[in-house]
């Protein structure tokens, strides 16, 4: 089954403590981004890749980091959460300029 | 400032009539328009687009229709369904920066179809 897979479901953590959330497709997809959903304010994207060793920022990058060593692999990494990344965060994944992306299944995250 | 706009934040319709979720955008280099559907505790699906070359789109029940000098879209379900109850975000792409079209999205629209 074509999809994309982000781990974990659910996180709740500590400020400061590094995390990472893991996004993985099957599809061979060249682009993926990530994504945060606040309530009133959508869908923000965080980071994009078009390629292996590709990235680049979106609109709402201040503290993450992401990679892409891999075409299937696109892991967030917040090196020191705080609590304004409390957030449900999705990963996706597109074949083609067009945006219609493929979504994980989100990622309650809280920071306590 | 937001260049995808959703000006309801819900919607509240009758099994069987129709539904119409609207969605303005401010930037006319915008050249492709989708439409996501989601539930809840899922991640968005893809649910229509549209180019900037046509006006109007249709997939079964769902249609979108393209105002570009309005720069106005809307999606019509009809007729509307129980299972459509959902959030729907209306996104826009096209932006020309480089070779990659950042994919712009609204706030969303809830909409309830109530039986």
């Known amino acids: 089954e074509a999809q994309v897979t982000q781990n974990p479901r659910y996180l709740i953590t500590v400020t400061g403590k590094k995390l990472t959330v893991t996004c993985s497709q099957n599809m061979n997809h060249e682009y993926m981004s990530w994504y945060r959903q606040d309530p009133g304010l959508g869908l923000r994207q965080i980071y994009y890749s078009m390629n292996v060793e590709v990235t680049d920022k979106g609109d709402v990058p201040e503290g993450y980091k992401v990679s892409r060593k891999e075409k299937r692999n696109f892991p967030l990494i917040l090196e020191s959460p705080s609590p304004n990344q409390t957030s449900l965060y999705f990963c996706a994944s597109s074949l083609k300029r067009t945006g219609s992306y493929t979504f994980g299944s989100g990622t309650r995250l809280t920071v306590v | 400032d937001q260049q995808v706009k959703q000006n309801s934040p819900s919607l509240s319709v009758q099994e069987g009539r129709i539904s119409i979720l609207n969605c303005d955008y401010t930037?006319?280099?915008?050249?492709?328009f989708l439409w996501y559907k989601k539930y809840p505790a899922e991640g968005p699906t893809f649910l229509i687009s549209?180019?900037?070359?046509?006006d109007k789109n249709e997939d079964g029940r769902f249609t979108v229709f393209l105002n570009k000098s309005a720069k106005h879209l809307s999606l019509h379900i009809v007729p509307s369904q129980p299972g459509d109850s959902a959030v729907y975000f209306c996104a826009a792409s096209g932006q020309m920066k480089t070779s990659y079209d950042k994919v712009i999205f609204g706030p969303g629209t809830s909409l309830s179809v109530i039986p």
């Open positions: 930037n006319s280099m915008f050249d492709y």
């Open positions: 549209i180019s900037s070359i046509k």
